[in-house]
């Protein structure tokens, strides 16, 4: 090959040591990232292998190795299974219905305080701001006070299905009302970028408030609401702070909770805990599955 | 169908006079264009017909039934938006019969062949089942259209539709629009900022500067008798020439330049006793001499050659004068001038304007033959 510049080499010579470069670089960069890979997922599978072994496996085994034919059960899942079970059905009671409503109510109040106009707006969404920023901690007391004062159960006292699961309602309704602000708000900056002139013509076109809202805004709001029913059903599926307040009889105790008792008083029975705490888990990670296409359109804004 | 009135319509946002006290008639099925520079009030005029703004002050008048309080759903309108506005998740079928299924009890067939029918006038069938993202600029275009025309409304409104197409398809789509107004006779207010499509389109124009009507005419009348130099300058591309004169021994003085422009008695008498003037003239009323052979001819230099291939349109000045102050002609496109050269204008007494510099009114405008068959007919 001819020599291309004054310092002898050729072409060839200057590409393989470009490429050589280049692959140290990428080398480099591949380890990194796989060392950030194993960073990540070692809790997670330490927590799956052991969920797999025996109580003996666990003691005479690290807890990265994975279980052997000898220690390998699935005893821990069913254990778990067992006393998560009634937690489970309880948290999808209420926790389905909390999500919906408030990521609902939250797109009503967002579309009120956008694309209609009326008097003391920013009043409204100022107290809607302040609801984001109000800690759990800071509502245990008067929530459990408002809830004894209003005394569902006794409400309900006519049907007793229903008074049964009054702590579930408690839940259900606080939840909601916990979540409408975050859900306005991220609601009402999806519907400030929907375009005014739209609206108008459908204005024009004869339709009302509501009916603007049901045929043009709800239908491109579908983006939006999957984030907020992602970002809603995770938060209220984890949570235990309200549960521990509200919720008193057993037989209401939600996943959270039923997690918690997995706890042993004596002896710490670290598989069961891990199957349990992947159960738990498990809804989440559906809900993740199922609304995850939508979720990345509506957080990338497009439609 | 539908007459639209217009009365002593105010707008008032806070301080701000948007719009002040403009009166319309509109007839049946005439095509009134709103004219005027950006933030002069032609939009603000449209959305208070539409009802998507409140009226200030006066009232609003479909068929004489005052509209004032009514909201927009209720006022039997249509309205083609600059951005087209068409919803993005429905179909083009869907986006056309939104308006019949919010507005009428149709059947769902009658709202059908009725979609269908508008999409054929418009040539979109074949786009039916699209969704306006797929669409390219003038087929969502004539979708917006086909929205409107599905309603049969008493008005259409139209606002600047024509600005986010290219050139070309433009000058089409006027055309277009205007055989379809033409076709279905529906009042129609159109508003946009292009003089071209004001005069092209309108049975009659009705120009707003800051807030204020400056005149409602037929496009003709706007251009050969404007009511001021605003109207005169804005209509009419390049736009006419003015020069500041006051007025001595019946000539126009600009002693500056050493300009003096003798008036007949009809012109003068016209002027009657302002002595603070504008002189107007059109660039194309303006003519190329080789040498000086009446009081009305002034000797100047070109700067500028601008050849259009049918016209040339020169920038001159008058000699001793800076580049600052050069006004436009316009001459064949087969005259051959060149840049630098000097030459000698006329500027013939029967073309031109004159206008009180104070109130901007016009005094004289310029003489025409068949005067009221030319103003009334439309281009």
Not at chain 1, 61 to 79: D, I, K, M, N
Not at chain 1, 217 to 238: E, G, H, R
Not at chain 2, 358 to 377: F, K, M, P, V
Request: charged fraction near 20%; proline fraction near 4%.
């Amino acid at each position: 090959m001819a020599t291309a510049d004054g310092t002898g080499r050729s072409v060839g010579d200057r590409i393989a040591e470009h490429r050589a470069e280049l692959d140290t670089q990428r080398v480099v960069l591949y380890a990194v990232l796989v060392g950030l890979v194993g960073f990540y997922l070692s809790p997670l599978w330490a927590g799956l292998t052991t969920a797999f072994k025996s109580q003996a496996g666990f003691i005479n085994t690290s807890p990265l190795e994975p279980p052997t034919p000898a220690w390998f059960t699935v005893e821990p899942w069913e254990l778990a299974f067992a006393t998560l079970q009634g937690g489970l059905v309880n948290s999808v009671m209420f926790v389905v219905p909390a999500t919906i409503l408030s990521a609902l109510f939250g797109s009503f109040a967002a579309y009120g305080l956008t694309k209609l106009s009326w008097r003391g707006q920013v009043g409204i969404l100022v107290i809607f701001l302040a609801g984001v920023f109000l800690p759990y901690q800071s509502v245990l007391v008067p929530l459990r006070q408002f809830w004894s004062i209003v005394d569902l159960a006794g409400l309900l006292a006519f049907a007793p299905v229903l008074a049964n699961r009054a702590d579930l309602l408690e839940l259900t309704i606080t939840h909601t009302a916990y979540g409408i602000p975050i859900c306005t708000i991220l609601f009402r900056s999806y519907y400030k970028t929907l375009g005014d002139e739209m609206i108008e013509a459908a204005k024009i076109d004869g339709a009302n408030a509501f009916g603007i809202y049901k045929r043009i805004v709800l239908p491109l709001s579908l983006p939006m609401f999957a984030v907020t029913l992602i970002y809603q059903f995770t938060q209220v599926w984890n949570d235990l702070l309200f549960a521990l307040v509200l919720v008193t009889s057993r037989s209401n105790y939600v996943v959270t909770q039923s997690l918690n008792e997995l706890q042993g008083s004596m002896a710490q029975e670290y598989n069961i805990q891990m199957a349990g705490a992947f159960i738990a888990a498990l809804p989440t990670i559906i809900i993740y599955i199922v609304f995850g296409r939508q979720f990345a359109k509506g957080i990338t804004g497009a439609s | 169908m539908a007459e639209l009135t217009l009365g002593n319509v105010t707008k008032r946002f806070d301080d701000v006079v948007a719009v002040d006290d403009v009166s319309i008639e509109i007839d049946d099925g005439e095509f009134l264009v709103l004219v005027g520079p950006s933030g002069c009030g032609k939009s603000t005029t449209l959305r208070m017909i539409a009802g998507l703004e409140t009226i200030s002050d006066g009232r609003i008048a479909i068929d004489g039934d005052v509209v004032n309080d009514a909201p927009a759903q209720q006022r039997d309108i249509a309205m083609v938006f600059q951005s087209y506005a068409l919803y993005p998740h429905m179909t083009v079928r869907e986006n056309m019969r939104f308006g019949l299924e919010e507005s009428t009890t149709l059947e769902k067939a009658e709202m059908d062949s009725r979609v269908e029918d508008a999409a054929e006038t418009l040539e979109i069938d074949d786009l039916l089942e699209r969704k306006p993202g797929e669409l390219s600029g003038g087929q969502q275009q004539r979708v917006a259209l086909g929205r409107a025309i599905v309603r049969d409304p008493a008005v259409f409104l139209m606002d600047e539709p024509l600005s986010n197409l290219d050139a070309k398809l433009r000058s089409g789509m006027r055309t277009e629009l205007q055989r379809l107004q033409e076709e279905l006779g529906v009042t129609t207010v159109y508003v946009t900022h292009d003089q071209t499509e004001a005069m092209t389109m309108s049975d009659r124009i009705a120009i707003l500067d800051g807030g204020e009507l400056q005149q409602v005419a037929t496009p003709l009348e706007c251009y050969h008798r404007p009511t001021n130099r605003f109207v005169a300058g804005f209509i009419g591309e390049p736009s006419m020439n003015f020069f500041d004169v006051s007025l001595e021994d019946g000539r126009l003085v600009d002693s500056d330049i050493e300009f003096e422009y003798p008036l007949s008695s009809v012109v003068r008498d016209s002027v009657g006793e302002t002595t603070e003037l504008v002189l107007g003239i059109r660039p194309e009323d303006v003519e190329l001499l080789d040498a000086r052979e009446t009081a009305h001819d002034f000797p100047v230099v070109v700067d500028v050659v601008e050849p259009m291939g049918n016209e040339n349109n020169l920038l001159v000045r008058f000699p001793d004068t800076d580049t600052e102050s050069t006004f436009n002609v316009i001459v064949d496109g087969m005259c051959h001038v060149e840049a630098g050269k000097r030459y000698v204008i006329r500027i013939p007494e029967s073309a031109i304007h004159v206008f009180d510099r104070e109130t901007g009114a016009a005094l004289h405008n310029r003489e025409i033959e068949d005067e009221t068959e030319l103003l009334a007919s439309r281009v």
